[in-house]
């Protein structure tokens, strides 16, 4: 079996009450269309900040900082459910992470969709989360490979 590793290097910063994306190298990752020195994103907050949360903790975790879920929920003042469920998202498929930066996730993808569970496979998440009906939003065929 082969592994694949996502690395999604992004802080989430406040700026005059609007969120920004910063970069690795330290600046703000923009679209095309924004106004220069902008930098959003067209996902949905609350998938995006999960998202990057959720990669966050597990580098925390690779990099020894905390020994155990619980060790990081106890740190984070979190439910260790919740912080495993938000773990979870990290083994999401590359395309699904990207569909959700860029605003084309799946209708059926929002952050409750990770209480009820998703396959591990990621065709089968794709399966999942794209029917017929929103294929089409997101670019993808009906099982989610266009």
Known sequence: MTSVTVVVPMTIR???GRKRIIGPDGAPIRTGDDVPGAAETRGDPALVKALARAFRWRRM???GRYGSIRELAAAEQMERTSVA???GLTLLAPDIVEAVLDGREPVA?????????????WEAQWATLVGAGTAAQVGRGPL???
């Not at 993808?109 to 496979?121: E, I, K, N, Q, Y």
Request: charged share 35%; glycine share 16%.
């Open 61 to 63: 975790l690779e990099e």
């Open 85 to 87: 469920r938000a773990l």
């Open 14 to 16: 406040r700026r005059g």
């Open 144 to 146: 989610g490979r266009g």
């Open 109 to 121: 993808l929002s952050v409750a969709s990770f209480r009820r569970g998703l396959p591990d496979a």
